[in-house]
């Protein structure tokens, strides 16, 4: 039997397969722009908000409780009697740090896209959720102290609840090396933002050496600089999202 191919047909097929061949990519989703766009703002404001109230609570609130070798009883009266000040601190303090919620966002979107396994994208959205419970946690924590002193426990109490916020925040460093370094390995993958990228390297053993205020209050320095190191470096890296969604 002799087949007899049809020009046209044969044409028309071959046509219609050099049309498709072209894998041209997707037009962006303007409604998904929009929300990644959206997220990447939230880091902008963790950032920003967060370097705030930390000088905010340094100028505003953190006098009121006296000077560190002040005895405790005595400290522990100042910060009682200027607890609406610290309540207030507090408050602004935990809707500050929450902020980063909002950010993994756009974390898990770019992580994703670098690799395509989700491994990347799972420690930082795990890491991520930790950060923003772990630290703004201690506020609620010294509300707690607040109200038990004042409805009569020991003010001297008071004093030492003043260490929950940096023993929170040397935890939360620990986890912050998962974090940092989930997006660093991002950023290479991707091969963009080589600086944010050598930026997020130098965090990672900073962060390990401040959690060691766990363990003597002689590293608290480190701590603090590798935090302020850490919101600096987290708005920096949503500026840079935003600026390419």
Request: glycine share 10%; proline share 6%; hydrophobic share 55%.
């Amino acid at each position: 039997m002799t087949t007899v191919l049809h020009p046209e047909a044969h044409g028309a097929a071959a046509g219609g397969d050099a049309d498709r061949l072209p894998s041209e990519p997707p037009a962006p989703d303007p409604g998904e722009s929009m929300v990644s766009r959206l997220s990447a703002r939230f880091g902008v404001a963790f950032a920003v908000s967060q370097l705030t109230v930390m000088v905010a609570m340094a100028v505003f609130v953190l006098p009121h409780g006296g000077a560190p070798d002040d005895p405790a009883l005595e400290r522990g009266r100042h910060v009682l009697d200027a607890a609406t000040a610290y309540r207030i601190g507090n408050y602004v303090f935990m809707a500050a740090g929450v902020l980063l919620l909002g950010f993994l966002g756009v974390v898990h979107q770019r992580l994703r896209r670098a690799d395509a396994s989700g491994v990347l994208s799972a420690v930082a959205l795990g890491s991520g959720a930790l950060l923003a419970l772990i630290w703004p946690f201690a506020g609620a924590l010294h509300d707690v102290a607040l109200e038990a002193a004042s409805a009569g426990a020991d003010v001297r109490t008071l004093a030492g609840w003043d260490s929950v916020a940096p023993f929170s925040l040397a935890f939360s460093a620990l986890v912050r090396l998962f974090f940092v370094g989930a997006i660093v390995i991002g950023l290479r993958l991707s091969g963009t933002a080589p600086r944010l990228q050598r930026l997020g390297l130098a965090l990672l053993p900073l962060s390990l050496v401040g959690s060691a205020t766990l363990l003597s209050d002689a590293f608290f320095p480190v701590l603090a600089v590798s935090t302020l190191g850490h919101e600096l470096w987290v708005g920096a890296v949503a500026w840079h999202w935003l600026r390419r969604s």
